[in-house]
């Protein structure tokens, strides 16, 4: 939905003197200041300071190829001097002031990127929905009257981007929380394979789960700080070269994860489709019998809950009151789940992460397509009716969910005409095939582009 420059493109302005980057951050910090959900802490003063320093870089000859360009990261990243609460109020007194930055983050200040700020986002990062009862509500960017929904986890993170305010952001992706808010805002991102990006410094949910990622207004940009992330480092930008959609084989499984759409869901994903096949990608519609397992294993076998519930359980002892009430529910679901139970449940993911390989493999097909979220962005009074509540966060969930129970990697990419519900199309494929499905998406989004 976002019209603003790439980080590419950012970049090169800064480089050629087109605007200074004390001028980029003032103008992006005014931005910032006309909402109040979007951050949950800003340091006008200090970015400013550091964006005086790189326009002296620059001057001097010195400043990195990527100074400058503002990132904003959802608060469970660790920064050094801030403390990490991961939009709870629980730990206001209990969580220390950080020493370093978290591995992902020290990456992107190597490169002189400038953190913008903490962004909102699900208390604990335990929802799909980007509801927080701690901090004024979010809301997806489409709605001019705040009537929907932004997403979660990472929900400001994702507005951040969508609003202008800085080119791409940190977020987090345990079940959807890259994907869901991206869609509903019309951005790009990108849920990393479970163990490329370094979680040291990264505030937890689920161990076997977790995953850092990048949220941006393109692909190219979701490359770029992947890159970073991963710790590289280089004197010129890195670039991504797009396959060729006309060799492409794309699987359009039949199945749980094109059903029940919503219909502008529905005629947005077609017509992506279409554009796709019309410009020579072979489209395979064919059932993978796995993707529906991964489905009913996240619905009815969830291995996050009991993790989630080991790594708060003494915090909801002895402060359950300060948590926000669905999430403290959701947190206590893992109460019940014996470690055998757990064993058994680790071990049918595993059997899952193979049957998604083998069943892929079989088709001979270079990456997955489907709707990222099956709705479009749900109404905010919706949410506020307890019975509708737990459904609502569930539908949210329930494509993005496949990927991380077959331990893969998924990119979201808006799919839908100017002016309509933003809807996202999610390229997915096997764990480790990160490089491949961004050169994948690139291609993708060069078809249905919308922008």
């Given at each position: 939905?976002?019209?603003?420059?790439?980080?590419?493109?950012?970049?090169?302005?800064?480089?050629?003197?087109?605007?200074?980057?004390?001028?980029?951050?003032?103008?992006?910090?005014?931005?910032?200041?006309?909402?109040?959900?979007?951050?949950?802490?800003?340091?006008?003063?200090?970015?400013?300071?550091?964006?005086?320093?790189?326009?002296?870089?620059?001057?001097?000859?010195?400043?990195?190829?990527?100074?400058?360009?503002?990132?904003?990261?959802?608060?469970?990243?660790?920064?050094?001097?801030?403390?990490?609460?991961?939009?709870?109020?629980?730990?206001?007194?209990?969580?220390?002031?950080?020493?370093?930055?978290?591995?992902?983050?020290?990456?992107?200040?190597?490169?002189?990127?400038?953190?913008?700020?903490?962004?909102?986002?699900?208390?604990?990062?335990?929802?799909?929905?980007?509801?927080?009862?701690?901090?004024?509500?979010?809301?997806?960017?489409?709605?001019?009257?705040?009537?929907?929904?932004?997403?979660?986890?990472?929900?400001?993170?994702?507005?951040?981007?969508?609003?202008?305010?800085?080119?791409?952001?940190?977020?987090?992706?345990?079940?959807?929380?890259?994907?869901?808010?991206?869609?509903?805002?019309?951005?790009?991102?990108?849920?990393?394979?479970?163990?490329?990006?370094?979680?040291?410094?990264?505030?937890?949910?689920?161990?076997?789960?977790?995953?850092?990622?990048?949220?941006?207004?393109?692909?190219?940009?979701?490359?770029?700080?992947?890159?970073?992330?991963?710790?590289?480092?280089?004197?010129?930008?890195?670039?991504?070269?797009?396959?060729?959609?006309?060799?492409?084989?794309?699987?359009?499984?039949?199945?749980?994860?094109?059903?029940?759409?919503?219909?502008?869901?529905?005629?947005?994903?077609?017509?992506?489709?279409?554009?796709?096949?019309?410009?020579?990608?072979?489209?395979?519609?064919?059932?993978?019998p796995a993707l529906d397992q991964c489905i009913d294993m996240f619905m009815n076998r969830n291995t996050v809950i009991y993790e989630a519930w080991?790594?708060?359980?003494?915090?909801?002892?002895?402060?359950?009151?300060?948590?926000?009430?669905?999430?403290?529910?959701?947190?206590?679901?893992?109460?019940?789940?014996?470690?055998?139970?757990?064993?058994?449940?680790?071990?049918?993911?595993?059997?899952?992460?193979?049957?998604?390989?083998?069943?892929?493999?079989?088709?001979?097909?270079?990456?997955?397509?489907?709707?990222?979220?099956?709705?479009?962005?749900?109404?905010?009074?919706?949410?506020?009716?307890?019975?509708?509540?737990?459904?609502?966060?569930?539908?949210?969930?329930?494509?993005?969910?496949?990927?991380?129970?077959?331990?893969?990697?998924?990119?979201?990419?808006?799919?839908?005409?100017?002016?309509?519900?933003?809807?996202?199309?999610?390229?997915?494929?096997?764990?480790?095939?990160?490089?491949?499905?961004?050169?994948?998406?690139?291609?993708?989004?060069?078809?249905?582009?919308?922008?």
């Open positions: 939905m976002t019209h603003q420059a790439n980080i590419r493109r950012l970049a090169a302005k800064l480089r050629a003197g087109d605007i200074s980057c004390e001028q980029l951050i003032t103008e992006r910090l005014e931005l910032a200041h006309e909402t109040d959900s979007v951050f949950i802490a800003l340091d006008d003063k200090n970015l400013l300071a550091q964006a005086r320093k790189v326009d002296q870089q620059r001057a001097a000859g010195t400043a990195k190829p990527l100074a400058g360009v503002p990132i904003s990261l959802k608060d469970l990243f660790n920064v050094k001097g801030q403390k990490t609460l991961a939009a709870s109020v629980v730990l206001a007194d209990k969580a220390p002031v950080e020493t370093e930055d978290a591995e992902v983050v020290a990456s992107l200040r190597k490169a002189g990127m400038l953190c913008f700020g903490r962004t909102n986002m699900s208390e604990f990062a335990f929802s799909g929905m980007g509801l927080n009862d701690h901090f004024p509500p979010l809301h997806s960017v489409w709605d001019q009257y705040g009537l929907r929904i932004a997403g979660g986890s990472s929900s400001g993170s994702a507005v951040s981007v969508a609003l202008g305010i800085v080119p791409g952001t940190l977020g987090s992706d345990t079940t959807g929380s890259c994907r869901i808010p991206a869609a509903f805002n019309g951005i790009v991102g990108m849920k990393p394979s479970h163990g490329r990006l370094s979680l040291k410094g990264v505030y937890p949910l689920s161990h076997s789960c977790d995953a850092p990622g990048p949220l941006a207004v393109d692909v190219d940009s979701c490359f770029l700080l992947d890159q970073l992330m991963q710790g590289k480092t280089f004197d010129e930008l890195p670039e991504l070269a797009p396959a060729n959609i006309q060799k492409l084989r794309l699987l359009v499984p039949k199945g749980l994860v094109i059903e029940a759409l919503d219909p502008e869901v529905e005629v947005a994903f077609k017509r992506a489709v279409d554009q796709l096949e019309t410009l020579g990608a072979e489209i395979i519609r064919a059932p993978l080991e790594l708060h359980r003494e915090l909801i002892e002895s402060h359950g009151n300060e948590f926000g009430a669905y999430v403290r529910s959701r947190i206590e679901s893992g109460r019940s789940v014996s470690e055998e139970e757990q064993a058994a449940r680790y071990a049918e993911k595993a059997a899952l992460i193979e049957q998604v390989k083998q069943e892929l493999a079989e088709l001979e097909v270079d990456a997955m397509i489907y709707p990222t979220v099956p709705c479009i962005p749900p109404l905010v009074k919706d949410t506020q009716d307890p019975e509708k509540l737990g459904p609502i966060n569930l539908r949210c969930l329930r494509n993005t969910s496949t990927v991380n129970y077959f331990d893969g990697c998924a990119i979201t990419l808006p799919c839908h005409a100017e002016g309509e519900a933003p809807v996202g199309l999610m390229v997915s494929s096997v764990h480790g095939d990160d490089e491949r499905l961004l050169e994948i998406a690139a291609a993708i989004e060069e078809t249905i582009a919308t922008r």
